[in-house]
């Protein structure tokens, strides 16, 4: 569905009041006396098993059930929840399971919007893999009727790093002064090609290569950092402009192997934001540009390079003048915070969210507007044309 064709209906006038937090006391879970959550995930590749073993160290989280059309991925996410889960094909016959009180779905991007809204009718709380939703269709469809008793967390795990939260307090109580723009890459070296062991699998494994399942680059990357730049600034983007192609990889796959986007936010503020597969230097980095320094962030650390004097060498640090200020070359200041991995309290932030009925930090809210951010860049690289966000778009 075109942009210009998307229409926000009036039920996402009061999506605010849904993803508030609910005032219901702490939830019954289908009438077990502990606070054991069941879940059941849907969708056991790479990374809903790399979710498996984490779910595994968290108390009162318990995998139950394992869904995946493959049956040599169903095969690996069963044997990573230690032989306790039940064996699924086709998730609608999980959502039946009336002991699975929640599903983590780690599905195909083209299948998150149907699968998640079939989760909600039945009653499941859902944690919904990034990006949320394909399409502005897609989104909407989400959005529609969310039951006010269900949480639904997106799954932008940075959004529950410790690490995370604390430099964006920083940003905004003022550490990086007024901020100009942000500059942000997730490069990499490689095809992002799977093993395929027969070519009918070729689109199931390497759905990512294809426009009709996937967002690319941008769904499946840029965007975890798409979703910083969203919570840092508490706004959405304006417009985007951006170029990609298949300029390397000549496999015929459809999705772009490198794209180059530039966001641009109320008050003047400048997004860029980089996916190479051909060159991995730096890897992974986030840089918060503003008029008193640079925070710059990686997957687990963060450097703050001040702006004016140069604190490289003496300043005054902990009341103690003519101390060493600590630094790192060519970052700056480290700033040292204690961390989980982000995915294991993401995992952890949805249990207490589920438990105590609170919002997540990572919401239905939060994961629509970073959702209609990719979708504008798909459309702007695909079309070749500055797309603006549509202001009849209504979160509130």
Same mark, same amino acid.
């Given at each position: 569905?075109?942009?210009?064709?998307?229409?926000?209906?009036?039920?996402?006038?009061?999506?605010?009041?849904?993803?508030?937090?609910?005032?219901?006391?702490?939830?019954?879970?289908?009438?077990?006396?502990?606070?054991?959550?069941?879940?059941?995930?849907?969708?056991?590749?790479?990374?809903?098993?790399?979710?498996?073993?984490?779910?595994?160290?968290?108390?009162?989280?318990?995998?139950?059930?394992?869904?995946?059309?493959?049956?040599?991925?169903?095969?690996?996410?069963?044997?990573?929840?230690?032989?306790?889960?039940?064996?699924?094909?086709?998730?609608?016959?999980?959502?039946?399971?009336?002991? #699975?009180?929640? =599903? &983590?779905? !780690? @599905? /195909?991007?083209?299948?998150?919007?149907?699968? +998640?809204? %079939?989760?909600?009718?039945? $009653?499941?709380?859902?944690?919904?893999?990034?990006?949320?939703?394909?399409?502005?269709?897609?989104?909407?469809?989400?959005?529609?009727?969310?039951?006010?008793?269900?949480?639904?967390?997106?799954?932008?795990?940075?959004?529950?790093?410790?690490?995370?939260?604390?430099?964006?307090?920083?940003?905004?109580?003022?550490?990086?002064?007024?901020?100009?723009?942000?500059?942000?890459?997730?490069?990499?070296?490689?095809?992002?090609?799977?093993?395929?062991?027969?070519?009918?699998?070729?689109?199931?494994?390497?759905?990512?290569?294809?426009?009709?399942?996937?967002?690319?680059?941008?769904?499946?990357?840029?965007?975890?950092?798409?979703?910083? #730049?969203?919570? =840092? &600034?508490? !706004? @959405? /983007?304006?417009?985007?402009?951006?170029?990609? +192609?298949? %300029?390397?990889?000549?496999? $015929?796959?459809?999705?772009?192997?490198?794209?180059?986007?530039?966001?641009?936010?109320?008050?003047?503020?400048?997004?860029?934001?980089?996916?190479?597969?051909?060159?991995?230097?730096?890897?992974?980095?986030?840089?918060?540009?503003?008029?008193?320094?640079?925070?710059?962030?990686?997957?687990?650390?963060?450097?703050?390079?001040?702006?004016?004097?140069?604190?490289?060498?003496?300043?005054?640090?902990?009341?103690?003048?003519?101390?060493?200020?600590?630094?790192?070359?060519?970052?700056?200041?480290?700033?040292?915070?204690?961390?989980?991995?982000?995915?294991?309290?993401?995992?952890?932030?949805?249990?207490?969210?589920?438990?105590?009925?609170?919002?997540?930090?990572?919401?239905?809210?939060?994961?629509?507007?970073?959702?209609?951010?990719?979708?504008?860049?798909?459309?702007?690289?695909?079309?070749?044309?500055?797309?603006?966000?549509?202001?009849?778009?209504?979160?509130?």
């Amino acid at each position: 569905m075109k942009r210009r064709d998307f229409m926000v209906k009036s039920s996402m006038a009061s999506l605010a009041l849904a993803s508030s937090s609910l005032a219901f006391g702490k939830l019954n879970f289908n009438g077990r006396a502990n606070d054991t959550i069941n879940i059941g995930v849907i969708g056991t590749g790479n990374r809903g098993n790399g979710m498996i073993p984490l779910i595994n160290e968290i108390p009162n989280l318990n995998v139950i059930a394992c869904c995946d059309i493959l049956p040599s991925h169903l095969e690996k996410g069963l044997k990573r929840a230690d032989g306790k889960a039940r064996s699924y094909s086709d998730y609608r016959e999980l959502l039946e399971n009336k002991d #699975v009180d929640a =599903v &983590l779905i !780690a @599905t /195909p991007f083209s299948t998150h919007s149907q699968i +998640g809204r %079939d989760s909600l009718q039945v $009653g499941k709380h859902v944690y919904g893999e990034k990006t949320l939703a394909k399409g502005y269709d897609g989104i909407e469809n989400l959005l529609q009727d969310m039951p006010s008793n269900l949480i639904f967390q997106t799954g932008h795990q940075y959004h529950s790093s410790r690490l995370y939260t604390h430099v964006v307090d920083l940003i905004k109580n003022g550490k990086v002064g007024e901020i100009s723009s942000f500059e942000c890459q997730w490069n990499r070296h490689g095809n992002w090609r799977r093993p395929v062991p027969s070519p009918e699998l070729e689109k199931l494994i390497n759905w990512r290569m294809y426009r009709e399942y996937s967002g690319g680059l941008v769904a499946e990357l840029c965007s975890h950092q798409i979703d910083f #730049v969203n919570w =840092v &600034l508490d !706004a @959405t /983007p304006e417009q985007v402009m951006g170029v990609g +192609g298949i %300029d390397y990889w000549k496999d $015929g796959r459809e999705t772009y192997d490198n794209i180059h986007l530039i966001y641009s936010y109320p008050g003047g503020v400048e997004a860029k934001f980089t996916c190479l597969t051909t060159n991995s230097k730096d890897d992974y980095q986030i840089k918060v540009i503003g008029s008193k320094g640079t925070l710059i962030l990686d997957y687990t650390h963060a450097w703050f390079y001040p702006e004016g004097l140069d604190n490289r060498k003496k300043g005054e640090v902990d009341g103690v003048s003519g101390a060493t200020i600590p630094w790192e070359e060519g970052k700056g200041i480290p700033i040292q915070v204690d961390h989980l991995n982000p995915s294991k309290q993401a995992l952890i932030d949805f249990r207490n969210s589920i438990t105590n009925n609170t919002t997540p930090l990572s919401s239905l809210v939060t994961g629509a507007k970073t959702a209609v951010a990719v979708q504008m860049a798909l459309d702007a690289m695909l079309d070749n044309e500055i797309v603006k966000w549509n202001k009849d778009f209504s979160f509130s």
